[in-house]
């Protein structure tokens, strides 16, 4: 048994300051004084959190979920330990069917090898190719198509979340079909909905917005679009809070609406944690720098940014307290693809995914079903 001491314990709704942290494999309990023999960690006075959930990242470390590759998958988990991610799902980009497939069978693959050690595979997030070329941002239009369960219908007992243009779906015949999976979120993005058909969708079933504001019809007093969609309904919305895809000045703004259905994402690419230099996303040049990826049009391809830099990037333009931020990329992204009862918060019987991280919410530490894997 283990024991975390000298921590401040980030729980859903507070911050625990004197508190010690027991467990194996799974939380045993928070008491206040020792009472047996334990393995002692020394926080050093950092918080100790649940580990991170990134439920959209197409890759780092060079390697992409598109390449179809294993042994990337492997490296891409492997190296968001270091950003306090605990698990995530790999996401996929509108390529041919072909390529669509190999990714989702290299996912399986990685999602069944028990001698890996990283970041666990929940699922696979399928970013297009059900999508509007009028709001395609980075994915390739040339293989874009109408919302078809015969793509995706062999694999869904893997896939978490499906992103795609609801004004595509006639009558809302692909989204009654995703409505008999009960472990399926539809993510509305990469859309030119109007307001009235995001919330058509909403209202038969759509459970989230993809990267909110960013390949979406815009907010108007007079056309609310997807945005106001966001605002009006109580469906989780994904935020890339890098500063560049959404201004810094809306944080607070939207915490303040969405509450308890914002969550942090990275929509990371092949070249977070890498150096600026020319990549590709989706078979497409993207060149990036020091803050973002861009294609060759200037268009931004994802980004480079990691989920503990979400974090903070938040919690320095918000009043809200350490936890609430923590639960954007904790607890908020595991109860949408329905893995709260495991995963996403410190409570007893959970598995212990923890980060361990400083003032600046740099990852000291970062624990997997109680080993340290970082």
């Known amino acids: 048994m283990k024991a975390i001491i000298n921590g401040r314990i980030i729980l859903e709704n507070k911050v625990l300051d004197k508190s010690i942290l027991i467990f194996n494999e799974k939380f045993q309990n928070i008491i206040n004084e020792m009472d047996d023999d334990y393995e002692i960690i020394d926080a050093k006075g950092n918080y100790v959190s649940p580990g991170f959930i990134d439920v959209h990242v197409h890759g780092a470390m060079g390697y992409d979920t598109m390449d179809a590759d294993l042994e990337g998958l492997k490296i891409i988990g492997k190296k968001v330990l270091e950003n306090g991610v605990t698990s995530y799902l790999p996401t996929t980009m509108t390529m041919s069917d072909e390529e669509i497939h190999k990714a989702f069978d290299t996912v399986r693959k990685f999602m069944n090898d028990k001698d890996y050690i990283g970041a666990e595979p929940l699922g696979i997030h399928v970013e297009g190719p059900f999508i509007n070329v009028l709001k395609k941002g980075a994915q390739n ?30 009558d809302n015949r692909f989204l ?5 999976y009960k472990d399926v979120n539809l993510s509305m993005g990469h859309s030119n909905a109007t307001f009235e058909e995001a919330m058509d969708a909403i209202e038969n079933g759509a459970a989230s917005f993809t990267h909110l504001f960013n390949a979406m019809t815009g907010l108007h007093h007079r ?11 109580n469906v989780y919305s994904e935020l890339i809070a890098d500063t560049i895809h959404v201004n810094k000045g809306l944080f607070q703004t939207l915490m303040d609406i969405k509450k308890d259905k914002l969550l942090l994402i990275t929509d990371g690419m092949s070249a977070k944690c890498m150096e ?17 990826a861009r294609l060759e049009d200037g268009t931004l391809a994802g980004s480079i940014l990691k989920l503990n830099e979400a ?8 009043k809200n307290p350490i936890n609430e931020v923590v639960n954007m990329a904790s607890i908020y992204p595991a109860r ?6 495991t995963i996403g918060s410190i409570e007893i019987g959970k598995n212990a995914d923890i980060c361990i991280f400083d003032e600046n919410i740099d990852i000291k530490m970062t624990f997997k079903n109680g080993e340290r894997v970082f």
């Open 141 to 170: 239009e040339k293989y874009i198509q109408k919302p078809n369960l015969d793509l995706i219908k062999d694999y869904m007992d893997i896939i978490k979340i499906i992103t795609y243009a609801p004004e595509m779906d006639e």
């Open 176 to 180: 009654k079909e995703i409505n008999k």
């Open 223 to 233: 056309n609310p679009g997807m945005i106001g969609a966001s605002f009006k309904s």
């Open 276 to 292: 600026p230099g020319d990549y590709e996303l989706g078979g497409q040049k993207v060149a990036v720098n020091e803050n973002s």
């Open 311 to 318: 974090i903070k990037n938040v919690y320095k333009n918000v």
């Open 336 to 341: 949408m693809i329905n893995e709260d009862k």
